[in-house]
């Protein structure tokens, strides 16, 4: 018999929930294996947070089926919630304590044996640089301590899952590093979803990225993936003198597909900027430079344009709002 296939972390099967009539979550499906970092995008009001909060337990699913590491979150809350480190968007954190009695405090709300817990804490403080700031009053910390003790809280009993709804929200560039960084180092070890705005930091940071719109998933993917399967198209920039009347058929020698999107007016040294595009994801910079230079134009610059994470999204995005336009029964 063939071995079974490993559990995922997390499952979402159909997943709705709606408000007075409103859909903030509508029929969603997808899996997490255990050890990846998943960055979850949408615009305010797309249904992120909503569908963190059932994953965790916080809030009621209308239907669907949602599981953490094999366990229902429906019918099995107290075992999920055992399993899961949760950083909501706004951590409520008690001011007037000090980091070290909140991780105590919180590890033993976690069940953590009081003779490892000690040992624990102190790991979760180097982990997260907190060590300096140990004894220190949270109320008294900057925005990014606080936000790094919320992540400690989050991983202090060894979750293999972690969920965090903009952990970043906030921070300045220095702690933004700090935190992705941190983030980076639970890759393998648990499962993460994490929710930003930041959407450099998650492409920086996360293996896949679900795109989330009006509640539904749009797209899904790693971002080289989404790139090819949102934008489907490769561009380049060149800077050219010479006789370009020759350059389309030169294109269409290293790709059919290949063609001129726009060109920009000769300058004073005769050079033109030239846009391309096609629909073939394989780099073909070298061969366009070979071509050129065949035909005897002179080139002042070559680079192919790659669309970030933001296009992919708003592109996604924008395609999703386009469908429901057209069909609005879509919308629900």
Not at 29 to 53: C, D, H
Request: hydrophobic share 40%.
């Amino acid at each position: 018999m063939s071995p079974l296939p490993p559990q995922p972390a997390i499952e979402v099967n159909h997943l709705v929930k709606a408000y007075a009539g409103v859909t903030a979550v509508n029929d969603i499906s997808f899996t997490v294996p255990k050890g990846e970092i998943i960055g979850f995008l949408g615009p305010n009001g797309a249904g992120k947070s909503t569908t963190m909060r059932i994953l965790t337990g916080y809030l009621p699913a209308t239907s669907g089926h949602v599981s953490i590491c094999g366990f229902p979150v429906a019918s099995e809350p107290d075992a999920v919630k055992r399993r899961i480190g949760y950083m909501p968007e706004n951590n409520p954190l008690p001011e007037e304590m000090r980091v070290s009695e909140y991780l105590y405090f919180r590890g033993r709300l976690k069940e953590i044996a009081r003779g490892k817990l000690g040992s624990r804490i102190d790991e979760v403080l180097e982990l997260c640089d907190l060590k300096r700031v140990r004894h220190k009053i949270i109320g008294k910390l900057s925005k990014g301590f606080r936000q790094r003790v919320g992540i400690a809280e989050s991983v202090l009993a060894e979750p293999p899952v972690i969920i965090m709804d903009e952990p970043t929200i906030g921070l300045d560039p220095h702690q933004i590093l700090i935190v992705r960084d941190l983030i980076s180092s639970l890759r393998g070890r648990m499962t993460v979803l994490i929710s930003s705005h930041i959407l450099p930091e998650i492409e920086m940071t996360c293996d896949r990225v679900l795109i989330i719109n009006q509640g539904r998933i749009v797209a899904q993917g790693t971002p080289a993936d989404l790139r090819k399967e949102v934008l489907g198209q490769s561009a380049y920039e060149i800077e050219a003198a010479g006789p370009l009347g020759s350059l389309p058929f030169l294109l269409g020698t290293i790709d059919p597909g290949l063609a001129v999107a726009s060109e920009g007016p000769v300058d004073e040294h005769g050079f033109r900027t030239i846009k391309l595009k096609t629909l073939n994801p394989d780099d073909a910079g070298e061969a366009i430079l070979r071509a050129c230079l065949s035909e005897g134009l002179r080139i002042r610059s070559l680079s192919r344009n790659h669309p970030t994470l933001e296009d992919v999204f708003l592109a996604a995005t924008r395609r999703s709002w386009d469908a429901v336009a057209e069909n609005p029964k879509a919308r629900t």
